[in-house]
């Protein structure tokens, strides 16, 4: 789990769906949408493309600490028989391996709140960026403590409603900018070789769907910081 060495890596994902059923559409019946069905059921038509690049620096004597970071952008788009994204494909932010200062699925699209007409939490969006930082050094044994922060959020990218909460959830390039949130925290991690365990807290320092940059007295009050859980580093 720890790397003995400063390392670089780059991963790109696509996913095209929807392109070769796609040339069966005459053969097809349809929804009062317009949208061909199979089996009764509308087929997804999207593309959907990500990129995450990190760099972890070693330092110190013995390489025993080191700077991680992390960028990750990330966006998709429903064509020809599909309107959005599939529910499953849609972007997220939060969690144990994202934006630690929010649970997974609770910040976002934009500056918009969260729609409590889900029991869960399910803030979705079209398009990601994010950006994280991460300084990691040694405790004593086998411990390992950690400072970060992490900035980012998700956006949709179609306006397919005139509603304003769909217009609070919209990338635009003049402004997206002022909807990034922020959070810094700190954890510590148990390395026992074959598996890292680790327990970050993480706490908000922007909050894009309040406007509210948090101070030194608000930082630690309730909804304001996360308990995060994870396997692993977070990249």
């Known amino acids: 789990p720890r790397p003995e060495h400063s390392y670089f890596y780059m991963r790109w994902q696509n996913d095209l769906s929807g392109n070769m059923l796609s040339l069966f559409n005459t053969l097809m019946?349809?929804?009062?949408?317009?949208?061909?069905?199979?089996?009764?059921?509308?087929?997804?038509?999207y593309y959907r493309t990500e990129l995450t690049t990190v760099?972890?620096?070693?330092?110190?004597?013995?390489?025993k600490h080191s700077i991680a970071a992390r960028f990750l952008g990330g966006v998709g788009w429903g064509y020809g028989n599909s309107v959005t994204l599939p529910f499953e494909k849609l972007f997220w932010a939060g969690g144990a391996y994202s934006l630690r200062g929010w649970q997974a699925r609770t910040i976002g699209p934009g500056y918009a709140h969260i729609d409590k007409t889900f029991t869960i939490p399910n803030q979705t969006g079209d398009m990601r960026l994010e950006a994280n930082?991460?300084?990691?050094?040694p405790l004593f044994g086998n411990f390992e403590g950690a400072l970060f922060i992490d900035a980012g959020n998700v956006w949709n990218i179609k306006d397919n409603h005139d509603s304003d909460e769909t217009r609070e959830g919209l990338f635009n390039i003049n402004n997206f900018y002022k909807h990034i949130a922020m959070d810094w925290g700190t954890g510590v991690r148990l390395d026992l070789s074959f598996v890292l365990l680790r327990l970050d807290m993480g706490i908000k320092l922007y909050d894009p769907a309040?406007?509210?940059w948090k101070g030194p007295r608000s930082m630690l009050k309730k909804g304001n910081y996360t308990l995060q859980f994870g396997v692993v580093y977070p990249f």
């Open 55 to 63: 760099y972890t620096l070693r330092l110190g004597k013995k390489e």
């Open 210 to 212: 309040a406007d509210d």
């Open 133 to 137: 930082l991460e300084y990691r050094y």
């Open 29 to 45: 019946p349809q929804n009062e949408s317009g949208e061909r069905l199979i089996w009764q059921s509308p087929y997804s038509q």
